[in-house]
């Protein structure tokens, strides 16, 4: 939907810097509402705000003027039941949806007002900027850079096993509420601020018990593994903050990546950094971070070489190191469980005959149907299917269809014929549901694998199904050359679940340069990737891939991931993740040479 726009007066600003105001569609098409602030000139820079929890976006007027960057234009937006934005007030299905309707406003911002995604800040305070710290993590936007003051990357919940009685509410009482026990005094000592955040009668109390779980275990998530954020990134953390824990800040700050970043703590400042007394030393911080960030050149290069230094790395050495004497016996006694007791499960039984990463296991696994010897068996299957890691799979496997199903119509929509080609595709399934789909159009199917048994089967499947337009071709997905003689050239390409089995990044771009110089202008890559798992090393010490070895696994960021791609030739578009964080499906467009 095309934003709605109304010149208004919001309480507070300067004539010269009243916003425009509407309502942008999000990621599901729910209507936000939204508030942009010209810029002093025509500008394709800007700063993209992130309220606090229980606010809204006319609270950000004030940081607009105060931080007096009149070069860039000034947008925010009204958070799921906050402000003006539908929904219960302080609730939403989950808390990532706050990461995605990010993701969706700064694409209708780069889209409607015409600003590059690079020339991008945002500027995110407490719950906003997880939210921001998430969006970064997850989706590795290129943007310029990002202030976060105060995260609430851990709230001071002051009730003991608060966490652990909040969950057992969240299943007696789904959508249970609890009111803030926040007052204006506990966030600023600025009078005046803080008697404008009592009288504001849009700021709701209400904080519903799943989004804060929600926000305290994406939190968990992003500070141990802030290490994949690469995004210049400046931190205003309160000397005395009642609100949230400062030592998680310290923590996330520490285990960055980025090359640039910096931290500042101002002592006697509370919560509610950029509405307290003194605060004009937090905008003057602000504004040098964002101009220094647009005077350095953007150099994304080192991620090529992540494979051979970076923290993944590190972390894929140790995993192919011995364990500590106590982890190898805990988890050599689980190895011998599932290799015995484990192979009544059906899908443990296929797993240590064909590998835990082979094809015929993650057919098992996007099969989702519980099998085993005995009562016992079956038990242990449906723990095994129930995994965070298999469930992921199931996830992209739907994000990957919805998002091949997309691209297909767009390309359909521009009149051209489709040709798709999945360069290790197993037996194809869902290429083969989204052809039959779209029968009657020009579209059709190449489907490689080097597995002989693989493309076997697919062609019954495909015989089965009744899909002509589909061939199935022995292929090496890394042979360069054997990619560039593809004729015709498809101009859709399918990478799926491959390039997270191997570490080396030389192997990939072998790929990927075939593809590069394969695809045509106006074609598209989508690829899949793996940027964290919760059962990395219980992985790597128990389970065998399809050669019989240990499967360990190197993760590879969004961010490192993405410039592969960038690297020859590609730009991305879009990028979708799985409810646990796992598993990312990514949409990127052929540049024109």
Known sequence: MDAQLQV??????????????GYFESWDGTELFFRAWPAGAASNKAVIFLHRGHEHSGRIAQQVEELGMDDFGAFAWDLRGHGHSPGPRGYTKDFYDHVRDLDAF???VSREYGVPVENMVLVANSIGAVTAAAWAHDFAPRIRAMVLAAPAFRIRLYVPFAIPGLRLLDRLRPRANISSYVKSRMLTHDASQAKRYDDDELITRNIAVNVLLGLHDLSTRIVKDAGAITTPTLILSAGKD???RNSAQTEFYENLSSEHREMEIYPDFYHAVLYENGREKAFGKMREFIESAFDRDIDRTALLRADRTGFTRDEYL???????????IRFSLQKIGMRTLGRLSEGLRLGWKTGHNSGDSLDYVYENRVRGITPIGRMIDRTYLAAAGWQAMRQRQDILEAKLRETVRHLLDRREPVRIMDIATGRGRYVLDIVKEFEGHEISALLRDQSEFSLQEGRKLAQEMGVASVSYVHGDAF???????VDPAPNIVIVSGLFELFPDNRKILAALEGLGGLVRPGGYLLYTNQPWHPQLEEIARTCVDWDGKPWIMRRRSQAEMDELVASVGFSKIDTDIDSHGIATVSVAARRAI
């Open 242 to 244: 009642w609100v949230v």
């Open 8 to 21: 208004v007066t919001t309480p507070g600003t300067k004539p010269e810097t009243q916003p425009t105001e």
């Open 106 to 108: 700064v694409k209708f």
């Open 318 to 328: 140790r995993l192919c190191a011995r364990p500590s004497l106590f982890d190898g």
């Open 479 to 485: 042979d360069t050359e054997s990619l560039l003689a």
